[in-house]
């Protein structure tokens, strides 16, 4: 059996490889190349008239809020476009309010920004100018800022909180005893009106039938309960008459009906 020869062209080899400065070269430019459409790319998605947000929701109760300083708050960094704003940065602008207790910020394609925010919840005021959240958080709304024009008018409207007094950075103290006094008082149908605390951290409460009872700066647990010890006998008589009651002696108490205690104890 013969073996079959083919005469078929073969194609040529180049007999010399590409010279390796030639392979860099290529491989510089297609670098250089893709690093330019990344960078027309970032340039044009930054570019608030090439992607505009046009939309903003706003989520959550705003009962206090300003709402037109917000819009503008807002408003600041949409104007960079709907890639060029910066989500962390709106939050922070937006937490910056003094009603603001948290916010959540998230882009929706293709032009939407959401925007949740959570008011605080007061629960008291504290001195003139401050309220406390629920949560504890001390903040000064504009509200209660004196060169406001309704001032007087949401003073009123917070009328109806407790009103707590003591220093800087006593505001959880306060409030937590605030609360253990009113725990003790509910089983006997009074509340707290008002609690205040001096520089030296006596406290003195404020009830609701006119009664002030005056507690001191230590033993409180044990003041109050001597005070209650003596609540049916001493205080349902008065029948709504102001009084003060002063607890803090060691082995007594001093009680004076409309006029003033005298100090000397602590």
């Known amino acids: 059996m013969s073996a079959v020869i083919r005469n078929e062209q073969v194609l040529p080899v180049s007999k010399e ?17 893709l ?29 206090y809020t300003d709402r037109d300083r917000l819009r503008v708050l807002i408003e600041q960094h949409t104007q ?11 939050r922070e602008s937006v937490e ?28 008291a005021r504290y001195n003139d100018n401050a309220l406390i959240s629920k949560s504890m958080e001390l903040f000064v709304p504009q509200q209660l800022s004196k060169d406001n024009p309704q001032y007087s008018e ?30 003790a008082l509910l089983p ?6 008002a609690l205040h605390e001096d520089e030296r951290l006596s406290q003195t ?17 044990l003041r109050l309960q001597r005070f ?18 002063d607890m803090r002696y060691s082995n007594g108490f001093a009680l004076s009906k409309g006029g003033l205690i005298g100090g000397g104890v602590n």
Request: glycine residues 8%; charged residues 20%.
């Open 96 to 123: 910056s309010l003094p009603w603001v207790a948290q916010a959540h910020v998230r882009r929706i394609w293709p032009a939407r920004l959401m925007v949740s925010v959570e008011e605080h919840e007061p629960s």
């Open 228 to 245: 209650l010890d003596v609540y049916e006998r001493l205080v349902l008589p008065l029948n709504g008459q102001p009084a003060k009651f």
């Open 35 to 63: 690093i330019a459409v990344a960078l027309y790319l970032s340039d044009a998605a930054s570019d608030p008239t090439h992607f505009p947000v046009m939309n903003v929701d706003v989520a959550g109760t705003l009962d």
């Open 205 to 221: 409460l404020e009830l609701s039938n006119d009664v002030t009872v005056r507690i001191g700066y230590e033993s409180h647990e």
């Open 154 to 183: 949401w003073r009123r409207n917070f009328a109806g909180l407790p009103r707590l007094a003591g220093a800087a950075g006593r505001h959880e103290f306060v409030l937590d005893a605030y609360r253990n006094y009113e725990r």
């Open 80 to 90: 960079r476009g709907f890639y060029g704003m910066d989500v962390d940065s709106i």
């Open 188 to 193: 006997y149908g009074v509340s707290v009106k």
């Open 17 to 33: 490889p590409m010279k390796r400065g030639l392979r860099w070269s290529i491989g510089i430019l297609g670098l250089v190349s």
